[in-house]
C-alpha cells in the first residue's frame, strides 16, 4: 500500500488548478446558471481561523455539486476592504493602510487556497481598488440625483421631481419655484434626495475621530479602545432607507429566509399604524408639541409629556428657574447611547422643564418632562406618558410623583401598567368626544377621526427604522463625489470618477470633527474657489452592492452589463453570518431596489435564499480563587464559587485531557505572575477547570489556525469535518477529539483504491447488485443531503456506503467512480487524484452527476418511524442492514427530531432492526 501522502497531492492540484484556470466562470447562455456566494471577509491582520471557512466550505460544496448536475456555477469571492481596523493599524504603526490592507488580503487567499475553493479568482474584487469604488461612488450618485414618487411607489431620476415643481407643485417656501434662489431650490430638493445630507446626532467619539453606530458603544465608551463617546450633533450623509420601508417589509414574502432572520428584519424596519396629534403648548401661542401614538385610544389616561433631550423645542421651553438643570442633563444624555437609553428601564431618569402643555380634548394642563428614554429619531421625538398603559411611563410618574390616571375598565394599574391590546375604555369623556364603552380598535379611529376633523392631527403610518448614516470621518474609505461653493452642493459626473484617495502623511483624526482629508489643502481646494467633501463612506457602502461587481468585473463603461445582470440575476445561494441579518442585508435589499426602479437590473431582490451559518466557537477554561487565601480550586471540588474570583486560563496551558498538569501550572504561574505563590487545590490528583464555548479571538487566546490543521491532516480531512461537526446553522465548539475519524475514513479509501506501488486497483469487473443498490442508494441520499445543506449527515453516508462496499469486496471502477464523483464536492483532492489514477484525463469536476437507477432504490430499505418518548414524530429512511452505529447520527441530527430532543438528554436510544427507533429522552 503506497501512503495517502495529502500534502504532496493538494499541493499538485492546487497548483495545476490555478495554472488551467479550472474554475473560470464565462456566460454561456445555453446553459443554466447558479450563483453562489459567500459573505466577503474583511481582511484583518490575524488571518482566518477554523470558525470563518465554515459557510465557505458550505457554498463550496454545493456550488461544485451544482456544476456537476449541469449548472453554469458562478462562485466567486473578494474583500470588504475599507474600514476602521486597517486605518486605527496605520495610526499606531505608519504604515499605509492600503499596503496592509493587501498584505492581508494576499494572507487571506493563500489561506483559502489551502482549502481547495473554487473560486473564480479573476473575478476578484476588492472594495478599497479604485477600479472597483468608482462605481461605489457611481452608485451614490444615483442614489443622490433621485428621489422616491409616492405616486409610482419607485425611484426617479431628480429631473422629474424638479418638473412637478416647475409645474406647481408646492414647496416648503411657498412661492414659485422660478422664484426661489438656486440655495433655496438645492434646500427643497435635499428634502427628497435619496442620498442627502443634515444635521442628526450621532456617537462621537473624539479619541477615535469618527462617528459609531449604536452597537459600537458600551457603557458610553466606544467597544474599540474604550473611548469616551458622546451625542452630538453633526452634518452627515443620509441615505433615505425609510421610503423603503414598506417595500422591504413586502420583499421579504418573496424570499427564502430563514423565519427568525425575516423576524428581526421586520422588528428593525418595525412597521405601526397610529396618529400624530398636535399639543398646544400653555403661554406659547404658536408652538406646539406633536407627538406619534400607536394608541390614540389612551389619550383620556395623558398626564403628562416627555421630550427626547435632543428635541429642538425642549430648551426653548425651559423656564429660567429650571435652565441649568436642564441643560446639566442634556448634556449627561450626550454621554448615553440609544442602546443603554433603551436598555434601561429600572431607574429611568429625567428632568422637569417647568413648562405645560395643553390636552387637546380636555384643555387640562399636562407638565412637560425631558428624559433619555424618548429617542429623537423615533416619531417625533416627543411622548404622550400614559402610565396607566406603559411600563416606562409608570415607572417615571411613580418616581416623579405624577398622577396615573386609569382609563381601562376592570383593572388595576397602581402597581403597574396595563399593556395588553384589548379591553374597553373608560374614564375617558369630555365636552368634545367620549370613548366610554368602546373597544381599543374603535377608540381609535374615534379619536383620529376627531383629531383629522379638528385639523389637529392626522393617521400616521411610521416606521421604527430611521435613514442610515452614510458618513465616516476617517481617510480609509471611498471620498464622496460632491463638493461645494457658497454652501451649494455640485456632484462629479462620471466622466469624473474615480476621486482616490490623496497620500496622507498623518492618519490620525483632526480633533474637531473633521476627516483628516480635510487637511490635505491641496486635494480639497480645487479651481475656482470649489471645495471637496472631505467625508468618506461607511464601510458598507462597498459591500451594498458588490455581488452585482461580480458579474462583470472587468467592466469600464458600467457596473455590469444588462445582458450579464440578466443572465445571472439573483444570488441563487448566499451563505454568511447571522451578524449581518440587519445592516448589511437592508442595504443590500435597498440598493438592489434602487437600481430596478432606475432600470439597470431586472430584479428587485438581491438574494433569493440566504443561509446563516452558526459559530465554530473556541473552548476557554476558568478557575476559581481566593486572593486572602493564595488558592485556586479545582472545578470538581465542592466549594462556593460565589465570593470567589474567576481567571481565564489560555489555551495552551490546558492539557488534551482538559486538566492542570504540573508543568502546565508552572509556566501558566511564570506568565501570571501574581498566582506565583499560590495553592492549586486539587480533587483526586487532578485540577479539572469550568469550561465554556466563545467566539475565538486573539484577545482570548482561543484561535485555532486552519493552517495548522491542514498542515496535520490535509484540506479534504479539514473541509469533511467542519461538516461532520453539525448542521451548517448551529453553534458548535471546535475541538478535534473526532477529526481522527475522518482522517482514517480517507486513509482507509486511499488504501483500498491504492495498492503499495501507487497504482488504481478497482478494475472493470461487474458490478455485484448489492454494490449496485448501496451506491444508487447513497447517490440519492447525498443528493438530496445537499439540496437541503444537510451537509453533515453526508459525511456519514460517505462512511456508511464505503463501509458496505468493503464488506461486498467490490472492486469495481464503475461503481468507484460514481463514489468518487460525489464525493468530489467535499473532498476535491483526493478525488482528483483518484481519478487521475483511474486513468482519466478531464477534470472530475467536468463531469456529471451520476444518474440514480431507481430499480435500485427498491425493497433494500426501511422507513422506520422515530418516536419520542413513545410519540411518532418523523419517519426515515434507512437500508435495512443498517446498525444503529450508523442510525443513530443520522437520527440526532435530522431537523425534526431535533427539535423534540433540544436542550434535553436522551436516557435511551431505542432500536428495533425492521421495526421502530424510540428515544426517551428526560
Same mark, same amino acid.
Request: glycine share 6%; with cysteine; aromatic share 14%.
Given at each position: 500500500?503506497?501512503?495517502?501522502?495529502?500534502?504532496?497531492?493538494?499541493?499538485?492540484?492546487? =497548483?495545476? %488548478?490555478?495554472?488551467?484556470?479550472?474554475?473560470?466562470?464565462?456566460?454561456?447562455?445555453?446553459?443554466?446558471?447558479?450563483?453562489?456566494?459567500?459573505?466577503?471577509?474583511?481582511?484583518?491582520?490575524?488571518?482566518?481561523?477554523?470558525?470563518?471557512?465554515?459557510?465557505?466550505?458550505?457554498?463550496?460544496?454545493?456550488?461544485?455539486?451544482?456544476?456537476?448536475?449541469?449548472?453554469?456555477?458562478?462562485?466567486?469571492?473578494?474583500?470588504?476592504?475599507?474600514?476602521?481596523? $486597517?486605518?486605527?493599524?496605520?495610526?499606531? *504603526?505608519?504604515?499605509?493602510?492600503?499596503?496592509?490592507?493587501?498584505?492581508?488580503?494576499?494572507?487571506?487567499?493563500?489561506?483559502?487556497?489551502?482549502?481547495?475553493?473554487?473560486?473564480?479568482?479573476?473575478? +476578484?474584487?476588492?472594495?478599497?481598488?479604485?477600479?472597483?469604488?468608482?462605481? *461605489?461612488?457611481?452608485?451614490?450618485?444615483?442614489?443622490?440625483?433621485?428621489?422616491?414618487?409616492?405616486?409610482?411607489?419607485?425611484?426617479?431620476?431628480?429631473?422629474?421631481?424638479?418638473?412637478?415643481?416647475?409645474?406647481?407643485?408646492?414647496?416648503?417656501?411657498?412661492?414659485?419655484?422660478?422664484?426661489?434662489?438656486?440655495? +433655496?431650490?438645492?434646500?427643497?430638493?435635499?428634502?427628497?434626495?435619496? $442620498?442627502?445630507?443634515?444635521?442628526?446626532?450621532?456617537?462621537?467619539?473624539?479619541?477615535?475621530?469618527?462617528?459609531?453606530?449604536?452597537?459600537?458603544?458600551?457603557?458610553?465608551?466606544?467597544?474599540?479602545?474604550?473611548?469616551?463617546?458622546?451625542?452630538?450633533?453633526?452634518?452627515?450623509?443620509?441615505?433615505?432607507?425609510?421610503?423603503?420601508?414598506?417595500?422591504?417589509?413586502?420583499?421579504?414574502?418573496?424570499?427564502?429566509?430563514?423565519?427568525?432572520?425575516?423576524?428581526?428584519?421586520?422588528?428593525?424596519?418595525?412597521?405601526?399604524?397610529?396618529?400624530?396629534?398636535?399639543?398646544?403648548?400653555?403661554?406659547?401661542?404658536?408652538?406646539?408639541?406633536?407627538?406619534? *401614538?400607536?394608541?390614540?385610544?389612551?389619550?383620556?389616561?395623558?398626564?403628562?409629556?416627555?421630550? /427626547?433631550?435632543?428635541?429642538?423645542? /425642549?430648551?426653548?421651553?425651559?423656564?429660567?428657574?429650571?435652565?441649568?438643570?436642564?441643560?446639566?442633563?442634556?448634556?449627561?444624555?450626550?454621554?448615553?447611547?440609544?442602546?443603554?437609553?433603551?436598555?434601561?428601564?429600572?431607574?429611568?431618569?429625567?428632568?422637569?422643564?417647568?413648562?405645560?402643555?395643553?390636552?387637546?380634548?380636555?384643555?387640562?394642563?399636562?407638565?412637560?418632562?425631558?428624559?433619555?428614554?424618548?429617542?429623537?429619531?423615533?416619531?417625533? @421625538?416627543?411622548?404622550?406618558?400614559?402610565?396607566?398603559?406603559?411600563?416606562?411611563?409608570?415607572?417615571?410618574?411613580?418616581?416623579?410623583?405624577?398622577?396615573?390616571?386609569?382609563?381601562?375598565?376592570?383593572?388595576?394599574?397602581?402597581?403597574?401598567?396595563?399593556?395588553?391590546?384589548?379591553?374597553?375604555?373608560?374614564?375617558?369623556?369630555?365636552?368634545?368626544?367620549?370613548?366610554?364603552?368602546?373597544?381599543?380598535?374603535?377608540?381609535?379611529?374615534?379619536?383620529?377621526?376627531?383629531?383629522?376633523?379638528?385639523?389637529?392631527?392626522?393617521?400616521?403610518?411610521?416606521?421604527?427604522?430611521?435613514?442610515?448614516?452614510?458618513?465616516?470621518?476617517?481617510?480609509?474609505?471611498?471620498?464622496?463625489?460632491?463638493?461645494?461653493?457658497?454652501?451649494? !452642493?455640485?456632484?462629479?459626473?462620471?466622466?469624473?470618477?474615480?476621486?482616490?484617495?490623496?497620500?496622507?502623511?498623518?492618519?490620525?483624526?483632526?480633533?474637531?470633527?473633521?476627516?483628516?482629508?480635510?487637511?490635505?489643502?491641496?486635494?480639497?481646494?480645487?479651481?475656482?474657489?470649489? !471645495?471637496?467633501?472631505?467625508?468618506?463612506?461607511?464601510?458598507?457602502?462597498?459591500?451594498?452592492?458588490?455581488?452585482?461587481?461580480?458579474?462583470?468585473?472587468?467592466?469600464?463603461?458600467?457596473?455590469?452589463?444588462?445582458?450579464?445582470?440578466?443572465?445571472?440575476?439573483?444570488?441563487?445561494?448566499?451563505?454568511?453570518?447571522? =451578524?449581518?441579518?440587519?445592516?448589511?442585508?437592508?442595504?443590500?435589499?435597498?440598493?438592489?431596489?434602487?437600481?430596478?426602479?432606475?432600470?439597470?437590473?431586472?430584479?428587485?431582490?438581491?438574494?433569493?435564499?440566504?443561509?446563516?451559518?452558526?459559530? &465554530?466557537?473556541?473552548?476557554?477554561?476558568?478557575?476559581?480563587?481566593?486572593?486572602?487565601?493564595?488558592?485556586?480550586?479545582?472545578?470538581?471540588?465542592?466549594?462556593?464559587?460565589?465570593?470567589?474570583?474567576?481567571?481565564?486560563?489560555?489555551?495552551?496551558?490546558?492539557?488534551?485531557?482538559?486538566?492542570?498538569?504540573?508543568?502546565? &501550572?508552572?509556566?501558566?504561574?511564570?506568565?501570571?505572575?501574581?498566582?506565583?505563590?499560590?495553592?492549586?487545590?486539587?480533587?483526586?490528583?487532578?485540577?479539572?477547570?469550568?469550561?465554556?464555548?466563545?467566539?475565538?479571538?486573539?484577545?482570548?487566546?482561543?484561535?485555532?489556525?486552519?493552517?495548522?490543521?491542514?498542515?496535520?491532516?490535509?484540506?479534504?480531512?479539514?473541509?469533511?469535518? +467542519?461538516?461532520?461537526?453539525?448542521?451548517?446553522?448551529?453553534?458548535?465548539?471546535?475541538?478535534?477529539?473526532?477529526?481522527? @475519524?475522518?482522517?482514517?475514513?480517507?486513509?482507509?479509501?486511499?488504501?483500498?483504491?491504492?495498492?503499495?506501488?501507487?497504482?488504481? &486497483?478497482?478494475?472493470?469487473?461487474?458490478?455485484?447488485?448489492?454494490?449496485?443498490?448501496?451506491?444508487?442508494?447513497?447517490?440519492?441520499?447525498?443528493?438530496?443531503?445537499?439540496?437541503?445543506?444537510?451537509?453533515?449527515?453526508?459525511?456519514?453516508?460517505?462512511?456508511?456506503?464505503?463501509?458496505?462496499?468493503?464488506?461486498?469486496?467490490?472492486?469495481?471502477?464503475?461503481?468507484?467512480?460514481?463514489?468518487?464523483?460525489?464525493?468530489?464536492?467535499?473532498?476535491?483532492?483526493?478525488?482528483?487524484?483518484? %481519478?487521475?489514477? /483511474?486513468?482519466?484525463?478531464?477534470?472530475?469536476?467536468?463531469?456529471?452527476?451520476?444518474?440514480?437507477?431507481?430499480?435500485?432504490?427498491?425493497?433494500?430499505?426501511?422507513?422506520?418511524?422515530?418516536?419520542?418518548?413513545?410519540?411518532?414524530?418523523?419517519?426515515?429512511?434507512?437500508?435495512?442492514?443498517?446498525?444503529?452505529?450508523?442510525?443513530?447520527?443520522?437520527?440526532?441530527?435530522?431537523?425534526?427530531?431535533?427539535?423534540?430532543?433540544?436542550?434535553?438528554?436522551?436516557?435511551?436510544?431505542?432500536?428495533?432492526?425492521?421495526?421502530?427507533?424510540?428515544?426517551?429522552?428526560?
Amino acid at each position: 500500500m503506497s501512503e495517502y501522502n495529502f500534502s504532496e497531492i493538494e499541493k499538485k492540484w492546487s =497548483e495545476h %488548478w490555478q495554472c488551467h484556470s479550472q474554475y473560470a466562470v464565462s456566460e454561456e447562455l445555453s446553459k443554466p446558471k447558479y450563483y453562489v456566494l459567500d459573505m466577503f471577509p474583511y481582511p484583518s491582520g490575524a488571518g482566518l481561523h477554523v470558525g470563518h471557512p465554515l459557510g465557505y466550505i458550505a457554498s463550496d460544496i454545493f456550488a461544485r455539486y451544482k456544476r456537476l448536475k449541469g449548472f453554469n456555477v458562478l462562485h466567486p469571492m473578494g474583500f470588504d476592504a475599507f474600514g476602521l481596523p $486597517a486605518e486605527q493599524y496605520a495610526i499606531e *504603526t505608519g504604515k499605509h493602510p492600503a499596503e496592509t490592507t493587501n498584505n492581508n488580503i494576499e494572507r487571506y487567499k493563500s489561506q483559502l487556497k489551502n482549502i481547495g475553493f473554487c473560486y473564480d479568482w479573476s473575478r +476578484e474584487i476588492k472594495t478599497c481598488d479604485p477600479k472597483y469604488y468608482k462605481w *461605489t461612488q457611481w452608485f451614490f450618485l444615483k442614489l443622490y440625483n433621485s428621489w422616491y414618487s409616492d405616486d409610482t411607489n419607485k425611484a426617479e431620476p431628480i429631473e422629474s421631481l424638479i418638473l412637478q415643481f416647475e409645474k406647481g407643485k408646492k414647496n416648503s417656501y411657498e412661492k414659485p419655484w422660478n422664484e426661489l434662489t438656486e440655495l +433655496e431650490k438645492q434646500n427643497e430638493i435635499s428634502k427628497y434626495r435619496l $442620498a442627502y445630507k443634515s444635521e442628526s446626532y450621532i456617537n462621537w467619539c473624539q479619541a477615535l475621530g469618527t462617528v459609531l453606530a449604536n452597537d459600537e458603544v458600551v457603557n458610553g465608551l466606544s467597544e474599540r479602545g474604550g473611548h469616551l463617546v458622546e451625542r452630538k450633533l453633526m452634518s452627515q450623509w443620509f441615505l433615505r432607507i425609510t421610503k423603503y420601508a414598506d417595500r422591504l417589509l413586502q420583499g421579504l414574502e418573496t424570499v427564502d429566509f430563514a423565519e427568525s432572520l425575516k423576524e428581526m428584519q421586520r422588528n428593525w424596519i418595525g412597521r405601526s399604524e397610529g396618529a400624530e396629534i398636535d399639543f398646544k403648548i400653555d403661554l406659547l401661542q404658536d408652538d406646539i408639541i406633536k407627538v406619534y *401614538t400607536t394608541r390614540p385610544d389612551t389619550i383620556f389616561g395623558v398626564s403628562f409629556m416627555v421630550l /427626547a433631550p435632543e428635541h429642538a423645542i /425642549a430648551e426653548k421651553i425651559t423656564i429660567p428657574q429650571k435652565s441649568k438643570e436642564v441643560a446639566d442633563y442634556i448634556n449627561y444624555c450626550k454621554t448615553r447611547s440609544e442602546l443603554e437609553r433603551k436598555s434601561e428601564i429600572k431607574d429611568i431618569s429625567g428632568v422637569f422643564t417647568g413648562a405645560y402643555c395643553i390636552h387637546p380634548f380636555s384643555n387640562k394642563k399636562l407638565p412637560v418632562y425631558i428624559s433619555e428614554y424618548v429617542l429623537t429619531g423615533y416619531g417625533t @421625538g416627543a411622548i404622550m406618558a400614559v402610565p396607566c398603559g406603559d411600563s416606562r411611563d409608570h415607572t417615571f410618574a411613580k418616581k416623579f410623583g405624577i398622577e396615573i390616571i386609569n382609563i381601562f375598565e376592570n383593572t388595576d394599574v397602581s402597581f403597574q401598567a396595563y399593556e395588553e391590546k384589548s379591553g374597553i375604555i373608560t374614564n375617558s369623556k369630555s365636552e368634545i368626544i367620549s370613548l366610554n364603552g368602546l373597544n381599543i380598535n374603535d377608540a381609535k379611529n374615534k379619536v383620529i377621526c376627531e383629531v383629522e376633523k379638528r385639523g389637529i392631527g392626522c393617521r400616521k403610518i411610521n416606521f421604527r427604522m430611521r435613514d442610515a448614516g452614510f458618513s465616516r470621518q476617517r481617510y480609509w474609505g471611498e471620498p464622496f463625489p460632491i463638493y461645494y461653493k457658497n454652501g451649494l !452642493e455640485y456632484a462629479y459626473s462620471l466622466e469624473d470618477l474615480p476621486i482616490t484617495l490623496p497620500q496622507v502623511n498623518s492618519y490620525k483624526p483632526t480633533g474637531d470633527g473633521k476627516s483628516p482629508l480635510s487637511a490635505i489643502e491641496n486635494w480639497v481646494n480645487l479651481p475656482g474657489g470649489f !471645495e471637496r467633501e472631505t467625508d468618506t463612506m461607511p464601510g458598507y457602502a462597498g459591500s451594498s452592492w458588490y455581488y452585482l461587481r461580480y458579474l462583470d468585473p472587468h467592466n469600464e463603461s458600467e457596473f455590469c452589463s444588462k445582458k450579464n445582470s440578466d443572465y445571472w440575476n439573483q444570488v441563487d445561494l448566499y451563505i454568511g453570518g447571522a =451578524e449581518h441579518a440587519v445592516g448589511h442585508l437592508l442595504y443590500s435589499r435597498m440598493w438592489c431596489k434602487v437600481m430596478f426602479d432606475l432600470g439597470y437590473i431586472s430584479f428587485d431582490e438581491p438574494f433569493k435564499k440566504l443561509v446563516n451559518q452558526g459559530m &465554530i466557537g473556541g473552548e476557554v477554561f476558568y478557575f476559581y480563587y481566593n486572593q486572602e487565601k493564595r488558592e485556586a480550586y479545582s472545578n470538581n471540588l465542592p466549594i462556593d464559587k460565589s465570593n470567589l474570583l474567576q481567571f481565564k486560563v489560555p489555551n495552551e496551558y490546558v492539557s488534551d485531557e482538559e486538566t492542570f498538569e504540573e508543568n502546565g &501550572i508552572t509556566s501558566f504561574c511564570n506568565e501570571f505572575i501574581q498566582f506565583k505563590d499560590f495553592k492549586f487545590l486539587k480533587s483526586n490528583n487532578t485540577f479539572t477547570f469550568e469550561k465554556a464555548i466563545t467566539k475565538m479571538s486573539k484577545r482570548l487566546r482561543n484561535v485555532v489556525n486552519p493552517d495548522e490543521i491542514i498542515a496535520k491532516y490535509g484540506a479534504d480531512t479539514f473541509r469533511m469535518y +467542519e461538516m461532520f461537526l453539525g448542521p451548517i446553522e448551529m453553534d458548535k465548539p471546535w475541538n478535534t477529539k473526532g477529526i481522527d @475519524g475522518v482522517s482514517r475514513f480517507l486513509k482507509r479509501l486511499w488504501s483500498y483504491c491504492i495498492d503499495e506501488n501507487g497504482k488504481y &486497483i478497482p478494475d472493470e469487473s461487474k458490478p455485484c447488485e448489492e454494490s449496485l443498490k448501496t451506491i444508487n442508494r447513497t447517490i440519492k441520499k447525498i443528493s438530496d443531503d445537499i439540496e437541503k445543506l444537510s451537509l453533515n449527515t453526508c459525511i456519514s453516508n460517505f462512511m456508511i456506503c464505503f463501509n458496505e462496499l468493503q464488506s461486498q469486496k467490490c472492486k469495481s471502477t464503475e461503481i468507484f467512480e460514481k463514489y468518487f464523483i460525489i464525493l468530489s464536492p467535499f473532498a476535491p483532492f483526493i478525488a482528483q487524484e483518484f %481519478w487521475h489514477k /483511474a486513468g482519466k484525463q478531464d477534470s472530475v469536476f467536468n463531469c456529471e452527476y451520476p444518474e440514480i437507477d431507481e430499480k435500485y432504490l427498491l425493497d433494500d430499505t426501511f422507513n422506520y418511524p422515530v418516536s419520542v418518548n413513545g410519540k411518532t414524530r418523523t419517519l426515515i429512511q434507512f437500508h435495512k442492514n443498517a446498525i444503529q452505529a450508523d442510525i443513530e447520527p443520522i437520527v440526532l441530527s435530522d431537523e425534526k427530531i431535533k427539535k423534540w430532543v433540544d436542550g434535553k438528554s436522551i436516557k435511551k436510544f431505542i432500536f428495533v432492526k425492521g421495526r421502530i427507533i424510540n428515544l426517551v429522552i428526560e
